[in-house]
């Protein structure tokens, strides 16, 4: 089975505060893509990173970062010093190599930055 | 990056009217592209593969005479909402690959139907 779980629905928190949006995944196939999306107020989805199954090392891209553990399953998402910008709905997203590509989404969390 | 355009932005259309919308990949080929349906504030969930030349391959619970798909060329599928009622209304998305395993979506366009 393949799934993606994303238990928290709502966060809310103070402009400038860190803020972590955490990802669990399943799935039985060793080759797969995990994936970050953020889907602001226009609807219009933006490619935040893609990483391979392979490769565990964490990223960091600006105030972004991500921290993948193949050992829990996890691929959490960090924001650092957040902005009113950073407001949205994010997305984690799971595909597998055997499943004609599809990419499978979480639920969402959707951050509140507060001013 | 690559660009996935979706047109119309937003239709809204009277109950049992169909409603067709477009997707297009403007700089790449896209083999596969994908359609997703997204209530509101729920996920995208997955309806089907476009295939061109090919049938589209459906998720379990969506109905193919419902959502009709044409993937005639390399950079166009179509998504068709057949006899639509208030409860298709959604915001439609598709997204297509470019063979680089890089994922594009478009847009997406909002559905309402009266």
């Known amino acids: 089975a393949q799934k993606v779980t994303q238990a928290q629905t709502e966060i809310s928190v103070v402009e400038k505060e860190d803020v972590t949006l955490d990802c669990v995944y399943e799935?039985?196939?060793?080759?797969?893509?995990l994936f970050w999306y953020k889907q602001p107020p226009s609807g219009e989805l933006v490619f935040l990173i893609r990483?391979?199954?392979?490769?565990?090392q964490n990223e960091i891209s600006g105030r972004y970062s991500w921290n993948f553990q193949k050992s829990t399953s996890s691929f959490n998402f960090t924001i650092t010093a957040s902005q009113v910008v950073d407001s949205a709905v994010y997305f984690c997203?799971?595909?597998?190599?055997?499943?004609?590509?599809?990419?499978?989404f979480g639920k969402g969390t959707r951050l509140h930055i507060l001013p | 990056g690559a660009v996935v355009s979706q047109h119309p932005s937003w239709v809204i259309c009277k109950s049992g009217t169909s409603v067709k919308i477009e997707c297009r990949s403007l700089?790449?080929?896209?083999?596969?592209m994908f359609w997703y349906r997204q209530f509101p504030k729920q996920s995208l969930m997955l309806m089907a593969t476009?295939?061109?030349?090919?049938?589209?391959?459906?998720e379990q619970g969506v109905e193919k005479d419902k959502f009709l798909i044409n993937h005639a060329s390399l950079t166009l599928s179509t998504l068709t909402v057949t006899s639509a009622h208030p409860e298709d209304s959604s915001f439609y998305i598709c997204?297509?690959?470019?063979?680089?395993?890089?994922?594009?979506f478009g847009p997406g366009t909002r559905l309402t139907v009266t």
């Open positions: 997204s297509a690959w470019t063979g680089a395993y890089e994922q594009y």
């Open positions: 799935t039985r196939d060793t080759t797969y893509y």
């Open positions: 990483r391979n199954s392979f490769d565990e």
């Open positions: 997203a799971l595909s597998e190599e055997n499943r004609d590509d599809k990419i499978i």
């Open positions: 700089d790449f080929q896209a083999t596969t």
């Open positions: 476009s295939n061109e030349g090919s049938k589209a391959t459906y």
